[in-house]
């Protein structure tokens, strides 16, 4: 008797996926001579070369796989960022899931905004705690959880500090007094701001004069490299060094992007107008946006469902459109038109509030945003 492959019920599923549009397949390259619109290399630095160093580290860093690149980087992140230590860790995922699973006990309250990214939640849930999620933005449920916790329970209030699918912000400043207050640690994730937004590209944490307990931060978005780090007091990275699994058991980051990163960090210091740019350009394109028709709200869930919607602040801007097949026909609509862009969809984010992001670099110029501005008006034309 024959029996049916194991793997083929993913026939049918891959179909209903297809059905639903939500299913993602491989996109083709994007037109070099097209600009790129759903790049996260902010600064416009992932294209200089790296420098000539080992392509590997060989070995988990506890074992053989400790370089001088990395113990540089540490220090320079650590100095940026006015802390004890910092510690690499081989993407922005491994970062937020090695940290919580290593910190969080499964007795722990931990207090984690709707809107996380994925890497946070699994990081919550490899930890077996149980978290009370506050819906976006909201200081004041989060207050209602700390005051309610268990006498006796550590508690963890974990959030980003700027949501890239909303181009928004926690109030981190009424957050570290509550968790002050309450004998809370405060875990910020800072992958889409540092080097971007804040004083000198250190973050919306240092933009708010607030001091989180753990600091989160990629080196693949506006430092143009890979990898991420954890950033603290030292007690934190010895913890990790030991405890963190995504740390302890993976072949150390590469010299070569550590260097890489290390070059980035000295460019976001001595070129702040790199940024400064960025958010100059994405104002222009938000408003052009408005101008074309979209309704500006401030969150995804506001305004006419059947108007396109252009959310936030900063270099991330997300134009909300509702279904799923109106995100695809927005995104190729605009490929169409020489603006690369891809449609953003559940589960990424919320049923019902699919989208088009478009982030913003060092390597558009004025005229792309004008470019960017028109096909935008004439798929929304076409939209109507």
């Known amino acids: 008797m024959k029996h049916s492959s194991p793997l083929d019920h993913l026939r049918a599923a891959l179909a209903d996926l297809e059905g639903r549009g939500l299913l993602r397949t491989t996109p083709r390259p994007d037109d070099p001579d097209a600009p790129s619109f759903c790049s996260n290399d902010y600064l416009g630095l992932a294209a200089t070369p790296a420098p000539a160093l080992p392509a590997g580290a060989g070995a988990s860093r ?35 899931v090695g940290v919580l699973s290593a910190l969080v006990e499964p007795h722990d309250l931990v207090v984690s905004d709707v809107l996380n990214h994925a890497s946070l939640i699994d990081g919550i849930r490899l930890a077996r705690a149980t978290p009370v999620v506050v819906p976006h933005l909201d200081v004041d449920a989060v207050a209602r959880a700390l005051h309610e916790r268990v006498a006796g329970r550590r508690a963890w209030v974990v959030v980003e500090s700027y949501y890239s699918m909303d181009a928004d912000a926690p109030d981190l400043r009424r957050l570290r007094a509550l968790c002050d207050a309450y004998g809370a640690a405060l875990v910020v994730d800072e992958a889409h701001a540092i080097g971007i937004l804040g004083p000198g ?34 007690e934190l990275r010895a913890w990790l060094w030991n405890r963190a699994r995504s740390f302890v058991f993976s072949t150390g980051l590469s010299p070569a992007a550590a260097a890489a990163a290390h070059r980035a960090l000295q460019t976001v210091i001595r070129e702040p107008e790199r940024a400064s740019r960025v958010l100059a350009l994405a104002a222009v394109l938000r408003d052009g946006i408005v101008g074309a028709g979209a309704e500006r709200v401030a969150a995804a869930s506001e305004g006419d469902p059947s108007r396109p919607r252009v959310l936030g602040d900063g270099h991330v801007v997300p134009i909300v459109v509702g279904t799923e097949a109106r995100a695809l026909a927005l995104a190729e609509a605009l490929t169409r038109a020489g603006v690369a862009v891809r449609a953003i969809r559940p589960p990424t984010v919320p049923p019902g509030t699919a989208r088009v992001r478009l982030t913003v670099t060092a390597r558009h110029s004025p005229s792309d945003i004008e470019r960017a501005v028109a096909a935008v008006r004439d798929a929304f034309h076409a939209l109507a």
């Open 62 to 96: 506890l074992v053989a796989g400790e370089h001088a690149a990395h113990g540089a980087l540490e220090q320079a992140i650590a100095t940026f960022l006015d802390v004890d230590a910092a510690l690499l860790f081989t993407s922005g995922y491994a970062a937020n």
């Open 201 to 234: 590209g250190r973050g919306l944490s240092a933009a708010a004069g607030v001091h989180p307990d753990v600091v989160v931060g990629t080196l693949g978005k506006a430092l143009g490299s890979q990898g991420a780090f954890v950033a603290g007091r030292s």
